[in-house]
């Protein structure tokens, strides 16, 4: 059974250490080798600029990290896939895995729509508006003013729904989300649980998730143990949990992954790489029909994340 995955963060490292190699680093959580042996089928590439990057210096880093999606993620194998559409990811062949590009945050562009404009041409296909704290474009979701979007963050979903680019909810602020829910034409979140179950501020609370499922949006449930169990240790029962409890608020088929690795410090027991979700597919078909299943791990993602 394949899986898309909708958040990782490799460019990240390969961005800190230019010495990994993407094919089978020890260093990585999403290696190829990991894609392919577990079954993936689509993995997103998240482009996130560390706050200790000089302001000035953002933009760059941003460049730097599409560099090494195109120069040592995709090039030098070429049954790594470059997916901006529903229409490339349906032209996989069996062999083939598929890459997006995304951008988590918009520090990398200050208040220049110039700098959007560049990502979204470099194939840039989904943009989360902040990460934490707050930017040029909204407040994030520990920012404790707690604002939604600024004047030069509606003309940046704006330029997003002129791209058909997908809008990312997660990490923003509330208002920020409802802001969104209101303006954007292809909002999602990537990589976000449960509120209820989990009160981080990181997650969504259930007027957010069925928002998101009213308009036929998607979630992706993340594997970061402070956002499942509220603690550092969680297990794969807790990613069941969130997912169960999506499912009955009516997300169904609005519910898939976004793993977070190479984001965090900790991680999910038995779920410590890509390599291992295949243990997440066992526990999933205990509990849940083959279609259904078929659905969380890639369907309900394609079909509402890529709806370009
Ligand atoms: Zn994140």
């Given amino acids: 059974?394949?899986?898309?995955?909708?958040?990782?963060?490799?460019?990240?490292?390969?961005?800190?250490?230019?010495?990994?190699?993407?094919y089978h680093s020890d260093k990585l959580q999403v290696t190829l080798k990991g894609l392919e042996q577990s079954g993936a089928k689509i993995q997103s590439f998240a482009i996130y600029i560390p706050e200790t990057v000089h302001p000035d210096m953002r933009f760059h880093a941003s460049l730097?990290?599409?560099?090494?999606?195109?120069?040592?993620?995709?090039?030098?194998?070429?049954?790594?896939?470059?997916?901006?559409?529903?229409?490339?990811?349906?032209?996989?062949?069996?062999?083939?895995?598929?890459?997006?590009?995304?951008?988590?945050?918009c520090e990398a562009i200050g208040s220049d729509m110039v700098k959007l404009k560049t990502l979204l041409r470099l194939g840039v296909t989904s943009v989360g508006l902040t990460w934490n704290n707050a930017n040029a474009v909204a407040d994030g979701a520990l920012e404790?003013?707690?604002?939604?979007?600024?004047?030069?963050?509606?003309?940046?979903?704006?330029?997003?729904?002129?791209?058909?680019?997908?809008?990312?909810?997660?990490?923003?602020?509330e208002q920020g989300f409802w802001d969104v829910i209101e303006l954007a034409s292809l909002p999602y979140a990537s990589h976000s649980n449960a509120y209820t179950l989990c009160p981080h501020p990181r997650n969504l609370r259930d007027d957010q998730i069925k928002a998101l499922i009213e308009i036929n949006r998607v979630i992706g449930i993340t594997f970061v143990p402070e956002f499942l169990s509220g603690t550092t240790s969680a297990s794969i029962t807790d990613i069941v949990r969130h997912l169960d409890y999506i499912c009955a608020l009516g997300g169904e088929n609005h519910v898939g992954f976004?793993?977070?690795?190479?984001?965090?410090?900790?991680?999910?027991?038995?779920?410590?790489?890509?390599?291992?979700?295949?243990?997440?597919?066992?526990?999933?078909?205990?509990?849940?029909?083959?279609?259904?299943?078929?659905?969380?791990?890639?369907?309900?993602?394609?079909?509402?994340y890529a709806a370009r």
């Fill in 258 to 304: 976004g793993s977070d690795f190479d984001g965090t410090t900790h991680s999910v027991k038995d779920l410590q790489s890509i390599n291992h979700y295949p243990h997440l597919i066992d526990e999933l078909t205990k509990y849940y029909s083959s279609s259904q299943v078929e659905k969380f791990l890639y369907k309900n993602l394609i079909k509402r």
């Fill in 144 to 173: 404790p003013r707690g604002a939604g979007l600024s004047l030069f963050g509606r003309e940046v979903v704006d330029q997003l729904n002129k791209h058909h680019c997908l809008c990312d909810v997660s990490h923003l602020s």
């Fill in 1 to 22: 059974m394949y899986f898309f995955d909708a958040h990782c963060d490799v460019l990240y490292k390969m961005f800190l250490d230019p010495t990994i190699d993407f």
């Fill in 64 to 105: 730097k990290m599409v560099d090494i999606f195109y120069e040592k993620i995709l090039k030098p194998y070429p049954h790594l896939k470059l997916v901006q559409s529903q229409k490339d990811a349906a032209r996989l062949q069996a062999n083939e895995i598929g890459a997006i590009l995304t951008l988590e945050g």
